[in-house]
């Protein structure tokens, strides 16, 4: 090798490690390959197939997440909106409607649900993570309440087409990764492509700024929301039909700080302005790495949390140690 | 319906009967004094629910069939429901200890949490029954599952599975909830009770599922990868295992991998279980814990003793549902026990 | 007209309007709404629940706020800083689990227990603490992070050990003591939580270390750039939110003597609920301990009530979303708006009528004249608001300026000038005692003197405070003009209380006495206010009697009389009403007259405002303080009087481009020296037929 390639080869690593996502995907790679030669039955085709197929739902709720905190907001109240839309759909395919009906309504449900949030975060202007915290009760209680009583929801029998979602496979990739990769790049589009995603940009890089040059902010969030409020349900259909079931319980879960440390971990910052869908690819796909290498491991539950927890701190440690923030530049409020 | 039915002819019969009765005879029969102080004993009375949560089957169940007494015998029944939270939980115990009603039906997130505050409440002079959850305190009764006994039943029913030569491996995997919880500590005891006299059975994964459906499927997903040739595979509950099922269910093994589960007999569980989806459905069929429930309610209610003074226990009987035996009989809905 | 005029006066005396706007400018207004949100939660709580108010229940009540709250205070703490600490639940589990490992399976003595579990809190709080403080990670996402991993150790430590937990109990009177004894019927739990509570609250509000985190959380950068060790205080508010945590475990332990598996978990929601229903904003710098202890006893009584009222859970998550959700949304709004609501409502006019005014004829003593329209220039571009204007007794002249420096101007020319003294605030009126001292009335800061070799020092800022005021009424607010009475006692006016020195103006709107006259006494150092309610009095002399003063009201354009000495002691009347402006300063003139300073001259058109607050109040409300229709303080005059109050004589600048408003006079040899605090220069015109001796200092204290 010569001494230029090298010296470039060295400026790409470090430049590689300049940021969040840099790091995440040298761990990742890391992992990777550290699993593949330890673990037999860890690089296979099924294996990484199945490996995907497990975070792909938490991929799923991500991408709405990341849209979310991309334009400076934070939405924990996916779950919520996810289990109570789902669930009350069940139950009015189980009530004697039909399933697509039901669907609808449910998706109704949840655009509703997002909308609403965004007006209160829009026009109340009331910061997103209590507006978000406080929603989630609300939804899971008035669901719980008036729409279904019981917390568990099994798929309505006779829904064929409905379990292609989580059960079915197309030329052997399961429909779950699938629906993945499709909103991915929906996604994507969106962001790369489009004023919306512009838009939304300038919304999390400056929203003072983004509202001079004659963005409309306000319809801006809402929208936002229900889009993450739409995937959300999404996610649920996903779930639901993959597990046959859906569990309200989920809402009392540690699921949606899950979705928070993909997004984060992936490299979007979440005081917006910043990432791309790719880092919600690395993201899950690192966690995804994590989880399945130590299920085939047989390592305990809780001690995988703790090996995920620990990885995830290195992670932030490590980019806080290659770029450290500074007191003249750091912005005030900036949990 | 079947039981709609059955009180109509049994009332049209009565009313009958009635007729003839009075048609016929001057006779007004004896006031029974012991039906009288039965009723005007318990009339009044304050009877105290505090399930994990409500809104699952079980203590929907339960709450049903303890409110039909409770209206039918006009004492007070009230449910406190902490919602999943123990911390909400041991705050309403300790309410209710303030409050004084003259029982509680106590369902114990776990052995010890509310293990102290029981204590309390009956040296307050409170009666306490638990349901299907014990915790270390032994009060004036417990009603519910052995869990210990349905480890053993399901072990014994993979290792009938799963000995050398009978299946396709002598691998079984074990989804358990929540490690603390008393149903998973008993009913692993149980489990390994068996296992232990069967070391040709392997235990290749035992992961805890949160009770989560997701979550056990994205594990037995997993660990089909790593073992194909898996034979068996016990489950905790049954609202978790509808996850670990479709799992077997989509790698195609719903033949291979023989999946022992339990629950409280609800219908979801069955039609599961008529779906192929669960091979063994053990029952402790919430219906029958209601009703023996209800018979220490008012047996506690009408005893003049003290609190504490006589602690008994009364582990109720299991079925075990299979493809074979499902019908409508095991099995229940909710309405029906409304 | 009549009538509606007297109904009018009638409403606008009895309706004290003007608390509302008072209030809101309380700081303790914040915990008002949530304090009253309590009050009526209680209320509900005891009217639906039957026998909520017992002993037993209160009891419990209190055991519980004690550990809840003393998470929420740790928490509060983090978000002062300007943070957050989601891992305050996972940290109160493994707590628990440190004492009761302690406790009941290594059977330790109480104190070590107690030890073991303050070094847990104390080890997370400060891995927190380092990773925030020193790291300078992201508070919301590390906590997230150390919230998982703390978890994930109380999940594999805890099932090992639960069985040995509960296999024994231990035998210690201290223990049960703080489990469930009480002192003078309180729990033991909740006595050491509320001092607790009384101790963090000194510390956040009275001492360094309070102040210093206060800072940091409202404005990171001004704080580090301040000198304030900023890392280190925020990693000490971690440190001090998980010993809270600590604390709070122990008592959780000693209550329970056990733990469940799912201890701990949600609790960072619901105590984050707590402490923004108590009022404690996100992002730093606002809240106090009260907050959080209204907040916690908030969100309790509503878990708790409501599962006592035999609601499904889900109806609980509903209500509380739902209070939440009221909570944050009236936060933001009173956040944003208060301070607009305040600028809307804090002015409060009130009726004023004023004795007609008298049609200019043109041929009498106020008859407008040119004589000020020659006056030589003093330091013309030197200074800028010279309010009062005083000569020593080597005819060097003083007056103070807008930059909070008196300034000297040098005889016999009075081309030079030097900065004579720095006060830091704007003087206004000045005198000099007889031993050479100059005194003076310093808009916002209160009375100071300086003596002649120029040291400065404070003679008084505060008064006695009025028992049904609002308003801090102790300190000065706008001490406007002094003078020294014989015996040495300083007598000064207040112009008002309701304004700072930089919209006095706006004063004039509301036509109220605001204002007061103050004396205060060098021999006893007490300062006292001997007349309240007058109509921003303004200029203060003494009578040649030297047991009487004069005081101008500016806005009911009078001037009056009080007796604060001899035989009339405590007589105040009328000395001369009706003037044609709104009077100033007063000074004394030669041959036994008075000076009279008018900054401008009274209009019809403000007159019948003056008559006509709701007027004023709309205007006020409704249109931007630059279109507000303000009294004339652009063209006045002066005026001499005689001792008995006759006009006798006045001085007019014509062409107004010299000194159409005149704040203050001084007479000395022949010369009046004029001042405005508007103007930047000084005037001086010759007056005819003075003595060219007289001197206002020899007239007070002699001659030399």
Known sequence: ?????????????????????????????????????????????????ALIRSVSILGILALGMALVVIARGIDVSMIATMVVSVSWAFVIARSGYSLEFALLVGALFAVVAGVLIGVLIAFGEVAPIFATLAAGSVIYGLGRTFFFTLEMQNVPPDAGWFSLIGQGRILGVPVTVVVFGVLCLALHLVLSRTRFGWQTYAMGNNPGAARITGISNRPMIVAQYAISALIAYGAGLVLASSASAINARLFNSTMIYDILLVVVLGGIGLNGGHGKVRNVILGTIFVGILLNGMTIMNIPYTIQNLVKGVVLLLAIVIDSLVNPRDEQTSQQGDL | MRLLKTTKWLAAACIALAGIVTASAQDKGLENPRSTTFRKTLEGKKVVFLPLSMGFDLTEGWAAVMRQQAKRLKYDFEIRDPAWSTDAGTRALQSLISEKPDLIVAHNPDIQSYARLLAQAQAAGIKVVQINLESNTQTDSYVGADWTEIGEQAAQAVVDKCSPGKGASTKVAIDTGVPTAASDVFQLDGIYRVLNQHPDIQVVSQQATEYNPEKARSIMET????????????????????????????????????????????????????????????????????EILNAEIARLLLSDGTAGENKTLYFNPLTQITKANVNQRNCWTLDDLK | MATSDALSRLRYRLLPDRLFGELLTKSWIDNVIPALALVVTILVMTWIVPGYLTVANLTDLARQVSEFGLIALALTIVILSGGIDLSVGSVFALCVLAALVSMNVLGLPVGVALAATLATGLACGLLNGVLIGYLRLRAFITTLVTLVIYRALYDIIFPRLASAIVGSMPVSPTWDLIGFGTVYGLPVSFAIFAVIAIGVHVVLSRLRPGWRLRAVGGARRSAYNAGINVKLTVCLAYVASGLLTAIAAFLFSARLGSTGAD???????????????????????????GNAVIGSILVLILTSGLIRLSMPGSVNQLILGLVLIAAVLFDAKWVKNRGKLLSKVYVSPTYLKLPNLMPPTGTDVLAVNDRLGAAELIGLGAVEGPEDVVLDRDDNLYTGTRHGTIVRFLAPDYARNEVFARIGGHPLGLAFAPNGDLLTCVGGMGVYRVSPDRKVTKVTDETNRSLLSVIDDSRLRLPDDLD??????????????????????????????????ICHDPRTGATRTILRGLIFPNGVTICRDGQSLLFAETWACRISRYWFDGPDKGKHEVFLDNLPGYPDNLNRGSDGTYWIALLGMRTKT???????PGFRRRMAKRIAADEWLFPNINRGCVLRVSATGEIIDALWDEAGENHPSITSTCEHKGWLYLGGVSNNRIGRVRIEGADPQWTAHDDYWGKR
Not at chain 1, 5 to 24: P, Y
Not at chain 1, 39 to 45: A, D, E, I, R, V
Request: charged share 15%.
């Open chain 3, 263 to 289: 201890t701990g978990i949600g609790l960072e929601i619901s105590v984050l609920t707590a402490v923004v229903l108590g009022g404690v904003s996100l992002g730093g710098g606002r809240g106090s301990v």
């Open chain 3, 606 to 612: 403000f007159d019948l405002a003056m008559r006509k």
């Open chain 3, 484 to 517: 020294i009475a014989p015996d040495g006692r300083i007598f000064f006016s207040e112009a008002t209380i309701r304004y700072e020195m930089s919209e006095w103006a706006v004063d004039a709107l509301e036509g109220r006495g605001n204002g007061r006259l």
């Open chain 1, 1 to 49: 090798m010569s001494e230029a390639a090298a010296h470039g080869n060295q400026a790409r690593l470090s430049s590689l490690l300049k940021s969040q996502e840099g790091i995440v995907l040298v761990l990742a790679v890391l992992a990777f390959v550290l699993f593949s030669l330890l673990l037999p039955s860890f690089f296979s085709p099924g294996n990484i197939l």
């Open chain 2, 223 to 290: 660990v089909l990868q790593q073992h194909p040739d898996l034979c068996g595979a016990i489950g905790i509950w049954d609202n978790q295992d509808t996850g670990t099922a479709s799992a077997i269910q989509q790698a195609g093994k719903g033949d291979q991998v023989f999946l022992v589960t339990s629950g409280g007999g609800n219908k979801v569980g069955c039609e599961n279980v008529e779906k192929g989806l669960f091979n063994l459905y053990i029952s402790y069929n919430v219906p029958l814990q209601g």
